[in-house]
């Protein structure tokens, strides 16, 4: 009942829900109307499921990993004073920052030659 009413915590807890199961027993099906649904919520501004979001994101194990992304929406959480946001937005920029460091460190291939 709560979930026909639109209440956007019990919206949450069917999603993670969802998500959990459809990861568990192999069912995509399952897992993306879960993501969707905390898609919704979130877009809505419902503040958790932007966290659940983001943090996905971030981890990159349920949905692809974005960290840029990940970091705007923690970015915005945290002018919000969201709590957690800020030390999750500081995770992420440290991730980001050592991905760079490699980057640049990492040797250039050589172009082949013809």
């Not at 946001?85 to 920052?97: G, M, N, P, Y």
């Amino acid at each position: 009942p709560l979930i026909r009413k639109g209440n956007y915590p019990a919206i949450q807890v069917k999603a993670l829900y969802d998500i959990s199961q459809g990861v568990e027993n192999k069912n995509p099906l399952m897992k993306r109307q879960g993501i969707e649904a905390l898609q919704t919520i979130a877009q809505k501004g419902y503040a958790p499921a932007s966290m659940a979001l983001a943090t996905m994101m971030a981890n990159g194990n349920i949905i692809p990993q974005n960290l840029p992304q990940a970091k705007q929406i923690f970015t915005e959480l945290a002018k919000q004073n969201v709590p957690n946001a800020r030390e999750s937005l500081a995770s992420v920029e440290k991730i980001i920052a050592e991905k760079n460091k490699q980057a640049a460190a990492a040797p250039t291939q050589p172009a082949p030659k013809k």
